[in-house]
């Protein structure tokens, strides 16, 4: 999941100073790195070891099944044996190997944590077609790897808060460390910098055009303190809205479509979808106060909405573009999930010490296994009506993945972390 420019973390869990335009990575590295990546294949058992190990010690290994087929790929954090990274209050102190499995094989481990420049925080790593991206700051700089290999370095400490790839280009979003407002980069070289307001993330790619939308402090007297924009290719426009107005609660671009949702004077019941000229009510529970309302990045235009009842009891819902919605049972939150035009999968973890965690897919309800729960960054993925979910365990056992109904467990001591599919 994509995470946020102000700084918020996903429910389902998840600096300034002076920067300098000089980029020490720029162009194609993309590319580069590629064949870098390519170069270390070896179908080695341990990370590190043999003949063809290498000095940063990345494993590389076999992908299952023929050239250009799909797969379900896993992140983990594998730690050594005996190790509690459950009980550790400072993890980054450690090391471990952040592993990539393709339909439950180890196809990459990398090592992570302390002097590696690969950081622990699942929120610091993205999973996109089987590889692995991952940002780091030390105080002074900004490192970007891929697959574990140095790809992006700048001046300057930023949290990197979105990430995707468009061609050959690496597109990032980042906030200052000491600072505020964010950056827009590509390929490491700063696009758009804005030294005050934030962005709303969702950052998306639709026909060649890389577009999300930002809000900066306004100079105008209107109900609204904030002006809206919308970033596409790095070319701002703003965005005016009707008088209405008077709460924007997120932005996104979906499918070229500028989209937003608010809530205007005099509608007693709300929040509203924009999406260009339509609009429509976005459904909630009757007799709750709305805490938060965003986008979902999913492959559905949906908003997920948190409600508090009168007892303090908070309840998670989904509402797609369409009108249509699914929700918790009263009192419990959505854990992770994915949408798409099919309907509704998510996951519920379990409330309290109880084994009464939910799995929902698509109007089938299942009960959450064991001591299981969903950890990391929404890893959950759908692909053809198959639901998949990375599980870790909450007692130390094993992590699985979990397939419409079935658990394949994974032999290891760590978490999932993140959970895609698609092709390598």
């Avoid at 000095?55 to 790929?73: D, S």
């Avoid at 005099?266 to 929040?271: C, I, N």
């Avoid at 459904?283 to 909405?305: G, K, Q």
Wanted: hydrophobic fraction near 35%; charged fraction near 20%.
């Amino acid at each position: 999941m994509a995470g946020f420019c102000d700084g918020r973390k996903p429910v389902f869990c998840c600096f300034y100073l002076p920067l300098t335009k000089k980029v020490m990575r720029t162009g194609r590295l993309l590319a580069l790195a590629a064949v870098a990546v390519a170069a270390l294949s070896c179908g080695l058992e341990e990370v590190g070891e043999g003949s063809h190990s290498n000095p940063e010690g990345i494993w590389t290994g076999q992908l299952p099944g023929p050239p250009g087929a799909e797969h379900c790929f896993v992140t983990v954090l594998e730690y050594p044996e005996g190790y509690d990274w459950r009980a550790d209050p400072e993890p980054e102190e450690g090391r471990c190997s952040l592993a990539v499995y393709a339909d439950c094989i180890p196809v990459k481990k990398i090592p992570a944590g302390k002097g590696t420049e690969i950081p622990l925080d699942p929120e610091r790593h993205r999973l996109i077609s089987g590889h692995v991206y991952t940002d780091f700051s030390d105080g002074k700089t900004t490192v970007i790897r891929y697959d574990g290999k140095e790809l992006l370095r700048w001046e300057g400490e930023e949290l990197v808060t979105d990430m995707i790839v468009s061609g050959d280009s690496l597109h990032t979003l980042s906030v200052p460390v000491d600072g505020e407002g964010f950056r827009y980069r590509v390929n490491g070289r700063p696009v758009i910098q804005r030294d005050a307001g934030r962005c709303f993330g969702h950052m998306r790619s639709f026909r060649d055009t890389v577009a999300f939308c930002f809000c900066q402090p306004s100079r105008s007297s209107s109900a609204l303190s904030e002006d809206f924009y919308v970033s596409a290719n790095g070319k701002v426009s703003k965005v005016n809205l009707p008088s209405s107005v008077v709460k924007v609660w997120d932005m996104m671009v979906h499918e070229g479509e500028t989209c937003i949702i608010v809530s205007e004077n005099g509608v007693l019941k709300g929040p509203m979808m924009l999406q260009d000229s339509r609009k429509w009510q976005i459904n909630y529970m009757l007799y709750t106060d709305v805490a938060s309302c965003r986008f979902t990045d999913t492959e559905a235009l949906c908003a997920e909405v948190v409600c508090i009842h009168q007892d303090k009891r908070v309840t998670g819902l989904l509402c797609k573009a369409e009108m249509s919605w699914t929700l918790c049972e009263v009192g419990r939150t959505l854990s992770a999930y994915q949408v798409n035009d099919a309907g509704y999968y998510y996951v519920s973890n379990s409330m309290a010490d109880s084994h009464n965690g939910k799995i929902f897919r698509n109007h089938m309800m299942y009960g959450i296994p064991g001591d299981y729960a969903v950890m990391g960054i929404n890893p959950v993925a759908v692909k053809d009506g198959d639901m998949y979910i990375g599980f870790s365990s909450r007692t130390g056992g094993f992590p699985a993945v979990w397939k419409n109904g079935s658990l394949t467990s994974l032999k290891v001591n760590g978490y999932i972390a993140r959970v895609s599919y698609g092709k390598y």
